[in-house]
């Protein structure tokens, strides 16, 4: 039986973005931020000036405290910036040394980080620092953002009513009523 992970919800807008700009910094790898709830739901990512390399990248010193301050003077709660991501260009997902280093350099009680490469494949993880040091990995499920699937929901509501599948005596279906 596959053992079942629990799912980080990323929003196919936001998958756009990250493989987009994963893909317009190659050869090069390319990180960012970004808000999460706690039913790891991606909220937001954001873009962090940085250096970059073929199978490398670190934010500028201070780039992290750059943007915390500027979502605390725009009255966002910084709680929810846990989820990090970064590309490994045109190579595999998988948590290299590096990355295990900077996962652990963490400061918060968790943290939520993705790898994507130029071919959309993606890892994720679950750390967790507090109350014990735990890694879970992640699947990971694209969903419409909350204002399509209200849209989608919409649409469908008004365009298809639910029926009965009919069958012949084969079972081969025949029709809806």
């Keep these: 039986m596959k053992q079942q992970w629990p799912i980080l919800y990323l929003p196919i807008d936001l998958f756009s973005k990250m493989y987009g700009l994963a893909a317009a910094s190659l050869p090069n790898e390319i990180l960012g931020v970004g808000e999460i709830d706690d039913k790891l739901m991606v909220l937001s990512t954001d873009t962090l000036h940085q250096k970059v390399a073929p199978s490398f990248c670190k934010a500028d010193e201070g780039a992290m405290q750059d943007y915390l301050y500027q979502k605390i003077m725009a009255d966002i709660d910084t709680e929810q910036v846990r989820f990090r991501w970064h590309s490994h260009g045109r190579g595999g997902v998988f948590w290299s040394m590096w990355d295990e280093q900077d996962i652990e350099s963490w400061t918060g009680a968790w943290v939520v980080n993705l790898l994507i490469n130029a071919r ?3 890892a994720a993880r679950l750390d ?3 109350p014990l040091r735990l890694t879970v990995p992640l ?3 694209l969903v419409p953002n909350a204002e399509a699937q209200l849209g989608y929901q919409q649409t469908v509501a ?3 009513k639910e029926g009965v ?5 084969l079972q081969r279906p025949t029709g809806i009523l």
């Design 158 to 160: 008004e365009y298809c």
């Design 139 to 141: 699947e990971v499920e």
């Design 120 to 122: 959309g494949e993606m």
């Design 128 to 130: 967790l620092f507090e």
């Design 165 to 169: 599948m009919q069958f012949d005596q």
